[in-house]
């Protein structure tokens, strides 16, 4: 405490003399200085108070300022007694805001100087606790300023951390702190330091909490154990810290404690034994005893799941049943949770099997359903899980459990409608859901009549050869009422087949309009049939035309498909598709064959391959192919041409031998008179002969200079295509692009490229390689590639040494080689041991040595190049020895005391180089540091002891330390030798060590310890009041034994004289205890608690001590809540009975929560286990507790409705207040109470159930919503029949006789799509029944014929709501442009006979009429049809119009009649009726008679079956028929000798009605003659022949008889003609 006293006064006094003459001395300096500053210059003195709250306090207080004009004086400083004085007096100090200030009333403004004062409380206690698993908190309560505070953590005596604070109060506050430590089962405590500065107590005050055993140094794996019934089960204790003995407390199969034990198991072969307790217990070697608890679940897995019906049999829409889940043989239950699911849904978790009943148990659990329709066929199945934690959790579910509920009549028909093919057989089966007395089958077809005592009956019929047909399955109910189903039956027949005609045959130019039609004969019904068009597998369109058609029976039907093909369609297949969408058991799709299409654009040829890599001197080819008819087409070409040729579709232009470097083809064809064509790009290469690298110079390469790589390509074609790629190694590093050359040389060249590099070291042995490929796209020849290209790179001296350092074991051989990396003279090794000689010329050089006995080694390699330089490179060289051994001595030897230095020696054997030495020393697998000598320069063999100094713990004992010598060679090279552990014994105080340190006894229980010496001896004993042990000499361990511990107070203390003739001893801790009788925990109130109110729970624990050890912690749920030592300041030891209150103020959503109470005797190792008490559950209620169910009731006006209404509280009556049915007040003991009418007659109602409680009187109202399911919903238009597109039309949805309607929703859907919905009504307030109407305005496009639309209504009224009511599809007609259709469209009638034509109109109209020349039809207003005919039609030109009048418009079609009259004769004549000449040109003639319309005829002429021409009628032709001749002009030649040649005519009509024959004229044979020579010619070649022979004899005889020539002299004799023979 901080006080001053009058004592002190005199000494203050002195000091604030000195104060005083500084002062002044300031006052003078700023007086100098300038009066500047407004307020003058204070001195307080002392400058700082600090006040122990509570105190007495008497100290004088000084102020002086700077200010000669005024003196100061203290305000607020309230102790004073007048402002004048300066002696603060307190006798008890009990303000903690004290405010002095120094004031100065000079000329300026008030100054004040203010008294910093601290006032603080040292705390009331400190005190140490667990959190969690890892943590300690330090509670500090009741101190001032907690800023100043700060808590310091403590391992026995060594500090483990700090913890300051930052609070600002200057009120006491409680404050903690925490630390995370390991649960090491140390010693630990806080201590708290007051630090107040210089002015405050010194030194600061300090505080000490209790000691604290953090934890059971224990570890039990598996850490919680889950035990199938009859299973074995093993558990493993470890001891985390150095232990004396370890061992297992269980109720079964428990294990003795074990002396020296890490680890110890806990086995059980069968568990047979529902609830098991297992606890580890460890003692350690300071004597503590502590112990873990292994938590355990035995179970068993449920054998039986099952899900029954209360009533089997089919369900009731609407009416409530009862579901069974049986589960058989499971344990525990407390941890079983049953679910219900609907299919995967869960519906209910069963919240009431939380009862803690040991065994097997057989459980059953209940589920309510109220199905409605939409639950028929679903399946029900619980699930039974056994939530055992995160060692598992066995789950078992039922096998589903399918329920059928029905409404309306209580009959299954399987299958619910029926589709059959016209003619086979049928079948269907109904059955009955419910018990009943008759039932059969009504229909127009296979009837079955009545029949008794059956639940299900068959429909059969053998051959359906009705198209309708309804059939109805009646049951008669035990009841007496009838009811029936229909079977919905549709019958179909499947086409005969699907094909496709084009209005087009062949290829087709690419934007013209092609037609498909696809042709389904014999097909129903119609209106179910949906016609796909598809491209490839891609649905394009869609026809459901057909289904507006309203054929009973088969039908044929034709949809048309007309687009404009585009290019990208060329190969497009497209077929048709019929489906009959029939739902269930519809027929298969049936589907045409592909038409293909081909489409061209441009000109119509294709060349293949489009581009000719062609090798110089190989053969080429290239095929140009036409897809259309044509007049020829042949190729233009420098090389190899080829005419052009009519007949052929291809044509082939080739070469043997392409030895042209530039060649040209075009392909050219001829197509009605123009000519188009296509070129064919030709790319002539050579490969390359040869690729090659080189370099400017040779041999090795300096790092660092640049130099030139060749690439070196022969004979090469085209060089502007060719690519150089150089790669070193696989890394490609260039590429040269010649594409952009343009050589004036054609042909085959030899190219190099060059690559620049600079080597570095790291590209010595690199390979280089460049590669050649000529680019030419497809058909490209294969890339070329060198061979690589190594290169020598080379630094500093040019030598290589391998290996390049030696590491030598002293007296193994040493080897080195030298190798030279450029050209050199010489080469040598100049050595310590064993020098070599220069060698000359050698490239590479050994240097060897057989046995290594030297110690320091130099060696050098030496080159001598060829311009005379001479360099070396050192060869590094260690030679060292294995070393041999080490091991670990101390200083002292023996034990170690604790917290006292210990030296650990290694002495490590023949070390050598020392420089490579390392020590490393380990505690256990920890490293501790090591120790390097490579400032160490010996190189022989030498013997090192290194030391390690230690201070050792208590938590040391027993540690082991061991040392590790290594000699780092270099990579991958070590020798290395290790000492064996040396085992180190710590001790403190007493030097003896009791096991266990402390005992924990049961009254009346056993108990036993040992006392073990540390060091040698001259005695031991035991003093103990009860079981003392006298002096014993000559032993090292003494027992302390109590067979039956019937004192609540006992100190035993073991003894020893040691052999310095000092005695001491230890004292043993023994806790005597007794384990509580019962915990329970009770209420202030019973049944269900009201939210808010205030109530008490008590625990109660009988019989425990010691009573001050007990701890009691609260836990809702899991989470503990409060945590209290009720007996905390108890010293007696013997049992008491404790009780412990917890005060709640429960919330709803405490509702259901648990809450238990532990209790725990806190006594160190060895304590009982915690004991807790079973789970105390409140329910909790808010508002009126009643429920009603359901809260809103949705009732069928007339039918039933009833609601329930329960409570779970005690009460004084509870009833039902109605208009409708009332239900009188029932006393306390009903806990349900139910409200029904048996039919809802009113539309308004409001039942109300109350209820009286001692605190409330309250009700609650059930929502009752009475409504009526509209009788009828369908769809109407504002306009009949067909739709014009583009104009407005309005659709109704006619909804008949609906309640609520307020709640009516009524949307609109076109197919599957919806497209609005409304609520008409929705501000209705009536709740009576009405008829209402939706209106949806539509604009139709043409897109839209077909279309279907339904509106659907639906009742919003939650659950319960009635189902959906859909009208019947509306579906609509749209049209565009005229609304008829004439068939045919082209009537083709032969002249003189009679035709006809009719014309629908596919809407209502006011009238309907045909103009026409000839015989025209007068209008008629009742017909959607009307028909144009004649019977001989007379007129070459006749143009009849349909013409209609509607609403809208007025309109007209036009009929194309072709009238046709077949040729009455053809025949053939010549211009030559005798033999042909061969070479000579004639004229062949084909005459047609009385042919009409001329335009459309077509003549073929034929030698023999080879069509050689092909005419056409003349195009201006008009009117009636025409005589026709047509000219074929021959050349024959001999080979045509006996041909015959005829024509044929056909009249085509593009008509699939009319087909006419083809009509051929005779056969016209003809004669051909050779040409001959006149005979004048033949006698003047005869007479020239003969004058020829005679000159020929003349000559030859003259020559035989040897006459002479002269010629002129000259140099040359003369000879005979024959050489001077005679």
Not at 1151 to 1180: H, M, W
Request: proline fraction near 8%; hydrophobic fraction near 35%; charge should be negative.
């Amino acid at each position: 405490m901080y006080q001053l006293t009058r004592s002190r006064n005199m000494s203050n006094r002195m000091t604030m003399s000195l104060w005083l003459v500084l002062g002044l001395g300031n006052i003078l300096l700023l007086s100098c200085a300038g009066a500047e500053d407004q307020c003058p210059f204070f001195q307080l003195y002392p400058p700082v108070l600090v006040v122990e709250y509570n105190s007495s306090l008497e100290v004088e207080v000084n102020c002086t300022t700077s200010s000669e004009d005024s003196q100061p004086y203290w305000e607020n400083l309230l102790p004073f007694t007048d402002e004048s004085s300066t002696v603060l007096t307190v006798s008890a100090l009990q303000e903690w805001d004290l405010i002095a200030q120094c004031v100065v009333n000079t000329t300026n403004p008030l100054c004040r100087e203010e008294l910093s004062v601290t006032v603080y409380k040292l705390p009331d206690s400190v005190s140490i606790t667990t959190v969690g698993e890892e943590g300690l908190r330090c509670d500090v309560m009741n101190v001032a300023p907690a800023q100043n505070l700060t808590v310091h953590w403590y391992k026995r005596n060594t500090r483990v951390g700090k913890s300051p604070f930052n609070a600002t109060e200057a009120l006491p506050l409680n404050v903690s702190a925490d630390i995370n430590v390991t649960q090491d089962g140390g010693l630990y405590w806080c201590e708290t330091e007051l630090d107040l500065g210089p002015h405050g107590p010194q030194p600061p005050p300090k505080a000490s909490s209790n000691k604290l055993r953090n934890g059971c140094p224990i570890e039990i794996s598996p850490p919680s154990l889950l035990v199938r019934y009859g299973d074995p089960a093993l558990a493993t204790c470890r001891a985390l810290v150095p232990s004396t003995a370890l061992g297992w407390n269980s109720t079964v199969e428990p294990v003795d404690m074990e002396d020296g034990a890490a680890e110890l198991y806990w086995t059980v072969d069968e568990m047979r034994d529902w609830s098991v307790e297992s606890r580890c217990v460890i003692t350690m070697e300071d004597g503590y005893e502590c112990s873990k608890e292994l938590p355990i679940i035995v179970y068993s897995a449920p054998k039986n799941l099952s899900v029954t019906l209360e009533r089997p049999g089919a369900l009731a829409a609407g009416n409530e049943s009862t579901l069974t889940c049986y589960i058989e043989n499971i344990a525990p239950i407390h941890h079983l949770t049953i679910r219900w699911f609907k299919g995967d849904s869960q519906l209910l978790e069963d919240p009431n099997l939380r009862r803690n009943v040991e065994g097997l148990q057989n459980i059953t659990s209940v589920l309510r359903v109220k199905p409605d329709i939409y639950d028929n066929m679903a399946e029900y199945r619980c699930e039974a899980d056994l939530n055992l934690g995160p060692a598992g959790s066995p789950k078992l579910t039922s096998v589903p459990f399918k329920i059928t509920v029905y409404t309306g009549c209580p009959v299954e028909i399987s299958p619910q409608s029926l589709v059959v093919r016209y003619g086979e057989s049928a079948m269907a089966t109904c059955r009955a859901l419910v018990p009943g007395t008759e039932m059969g089958w009504e229909s127009t077809v296979g009837p079955v009549g009545m029949k008794e005592g059956v639940t299900s009956l068959n429909w059969t019929v053998k051959e359906l050869r009705e198209w309708t047909v309804k059939p109805q399955c009646f049951i008669k109910r035990e009841d007496g009422e009838q009811c029936s189903k229909e079977l919905k039956v549709s019958i179909y027949n499947i086409p005969d087949g699907l094909r496709i005609t084009p209005n087009y045959h062949g290829p087709v130019e690419e934007g013209k309009e092609l037609g498909l039609h696809c042709h389904i004969e014999n097909i129903a019904p119609v209106q179910n049939l949906t016609i796909r068009w598809l491209k490839g597998d891609m649905i394009i369109f869609e026809d459901i035309k057909p289904q507006s058609r309203k054929t009973v029976g088969t039908d044929n039907i034709t949809s048309d498909y007309i687009f404009s093909p585009r290019l990208s369609d060329d190969g497009a297949q497209y077929r048709c598709e019929a489906e009959l969408e029939l739902s269930l058991g519809s027929p298969p799709k049936l589907t045409s064959e592909p038409f293909n299409l081909t489409v061209y654009s441009g000109c119509p040829i294709n060349i293949s391959p489009p581009t000719l890599v062609v090798k110089y001197g190989e053969a080429a080819s290239a095929e140009c192919t036409t897809f259309v008819p044509h007049d020829g087409i042949g190729w233009n070409s420098t090389l190899e041409p080829v005419d052009a040729v009519a007949e052929v579709q291809n044509v082939t232009w080739s070469v043997k031998e392409l030895t042209e470097w530039t060649v040209n083809p075009t392909c050219v064809i001829e197509k009605d008179g123009e000519l188009c064509g296509k070129d064919l790009s030709v790319v002539v290469y050579s490969s390359p002969d040869n690729i090659s690298v080189s370099a400017y110079t040779s041999g090795a390469v300096v790092e660092g200079r640049q130099y030139s790589l060749f690439c070196h390509i022969q004979n090469v074609a085209p060089v502007q295509n060719l690519t150089v790629r150089w790669f070193r190694g696989d890394m490609e590093i260039s590429v040269t692009n010649s594409t952009a050359v343009n050589s004036g040389d054609v042909g085959a060249q030899n190219v190099t490229t060059g690559l620049l590099i600079e080597p570095a070291m790291s590209d010595n042995g690199a390979q280089y390689r460049c590669e050649a490929e000529l680019v030419l796209g497809p058909g490209s020849p294969p890339k070329l590639t060198s061979e690589p290209f190594s290169i020598t790179v080379y630094t500093g001296c040019p030598i290589e040494i391998s290996p390049p350092s030696l590491l030598v074991r002293y007296g193994d051989p040493a080897l080195a080689t030298c190798r030279a990396l450029v050209p050199s003279t010489a080469l040598g090794w100049n050595s310590t041991v064993e020098p070599v000689d220069m060698e000359d010329g050698a490239a590479e050089l050994n240097w060897t040595v057989d046995e290594m006995r030297e110690w320091s080694v130099e060696s050098r390699c030496v080159i001598t190049m060829e311009d005379g330089y001479e360099c070396s490179k050192e060869l590094p060289i260690i030679v060292y020895s294995t070393l041999e051994s080490a091991d670990v001595t101390s200083n002292p030897p023996g034990a170690a005391g604790a917290d006292k230095n210990y030296t650990l020696r290694c002495h490590v054997q023949n070390v050598a180089p020392l420089e490579k030495l390392e020590v490393e020393w380990f505690k256990g697998d920890q490293s501790l540091g090591s120790t390097q000598y490579f400032n160490r320069s010996e190189i022989t063999p030498q013997n090192i002891t290194d030391e390690m100094q230690i201070t050792p713990g208590m938590s040391d004992n027993q540690a082991q330390y061991r040392c590790a010598a290594r000699l780092t060679l270099g990579p991958g090279e070590s020798s290395k030798v290790e000492s064996d552990p040396f085992t180190v014994t710590v001790y403190t105080g007493c030097p003896v060590v009791i096991d266990p340190p402390s005992l924990v006894v049961r009254y009346g229980e056993s108990a036993l310890t040992t006392c073990h010496a540390l060091v040698p001896n001259e005695g031991m004993g035991w003093e103990s009041t009860v079981g003392p042990v006298g002096m014993k000499e000559g032993v090292t361990r003494l027992n302390w034994t109590v067979k039956e511990l019937r004192e609540w107070t006992v100190k035993p203390q073991c003894f020893i004289n040691t052999a310095q003739d000092n005695q001491c001893q230890k004292e043993l801790p023994v806790t005597v205890y007794s384990a509580p009788d019962s915990v329970h925990v009770t209420s202030s109130r019973l049944g269900p608690l009201a939210e808010g109110k205030d109530y008490t729970l008590s625990c109660n624990i009988k019989n425990i001590a010691p009573a001050q050890n007990l701890t009691i912690r609260w836990y809702k749920g899991q989470t503990k809540i409060r945590e209290d030592r009720p007996h905390a300041s108890h010293t007696l030891p013997e049992p008491l009975n404790a009780t412990s209150e917890l005060h709640i103020q429960p919330h709803t959503s405490d509702d259901g929560a648990q809450y238990r109470c532990e209790a725990e005797l806190e006594l160190g190792p060895g304590s009982p286990p915690k004991l807790t008490s079973e789970p105390f559950n409140i329910s909790v209620y808010s508002g009126c507790p009643i429920d009603i169910h359901p809260p809103t009731l949705v009732v069928k006006y007339g039918e039933a409705a009833s609601a329930e209404c329960t409570t779970f509280v005690p009460h004084d009556g509870i009833g039902w207040n109605s208009t409708l049915k009332p239900v009188d007040a029932v006393m306390k003991d009903a806990k349900s109470l139910n409200w029904s009418v048996s039919e809802l007659r009113e539309w308004t109602v409001k039942p109300r159930c109350w209820i009286e409680t001692e605190d409330v009187e309250c009700s609650k109202e059930v929502n009752v919503i009475a409504y009526s399911a509209p009788d009828s919903v369908r769809v109407t238009s504002s306009r009949l029949g067909s739709l014009a597109e583009g104009k407005d039309y309005t659709l109704s949805c006619d909804i008949r006789n609906i309640a609520p309607a307020q709640n009516l929703t009524i949307r609109w859907y076109k197919g599957q799509t919806k497209i609005n919905d409304t609520r008409p009504h929705a501000s209705h307030t009536l709740p009576e029944p009405l008829n209402v109407t939706s209106e949806l305005h539509i604009q139709p496009h043409t897109s839209d014929d077909g279309a279907q639309y339904r509106c659907e209504a639906e009742l919003e009224l939650g659950p319960g709501s009635p189902p959906k009511l859909t009208s019947e599809p509306f579906s609509i007609t749209v049209y565009s442009g005229c609304p008829i259709d004439i068939s045919p469209p082209t009537l083709v009638v032969k002249y003189g006979e009679s035709a006809s034509a009719v014309c629908h109109a596919s809407i209502p109209h006011n009238g309907i009429e045909w103009n026409s020349a000839v015989e025209p039809v007068a209008p008629v207003k009742d017909a959607q049809s009307l028909k144009w005919s004649v019977n001989e039609l007379r007129e070459w030109t006749v143009t009849p119009s349909c013409w209609i009048k509607t609403e809208d418009m007025e309109c007209s079609k036009e009929l194309n009649v072709l009238a046709y009259i077949f040729p009455a004769s053809i025949n053939m004549t010549t211009s030559e009726a005798g033999v042909m000449t061969a070479g000579n040109v004639y004229t062949l003639t084909c005459h047609i008679q009385h042919v009409a319309p001329a335009q459309n005829l077509n003549l073929r002429w034929f030698k023999g079956s080879e069509l050689q021409k092909e005419d056409r009628g003349p195009q201006d032709s008009s009117g009636g028929p025409r005589d026709l001749t047509f000219d074929l002009q021959i050349t024959p030649d001999t080979s045509d000798d006996g041909a015959e040649y005829r024509c044929e005519a056909e009249l085509k009509l593009d008509s699939v009605v009319v087909q006419l024959p083809k009509l051929t004229s005779q056969h016209l044979k003809i004669s051909v003659a050779r040409n001959w020579i006149p005979p004048i010619i033949i006698v003047l070649i005869i007479l020239l022949l003969l004058v020829l022979c005679v000159l020929f004899a003349l000559w030859y005889r003259r020559r035989k008889r040897g006459e002479y020539n002269v010629v002129p002299p000259t140099d040359i004799p003369l000879t005979t003609a024959n050489g001077g023979v005679p």
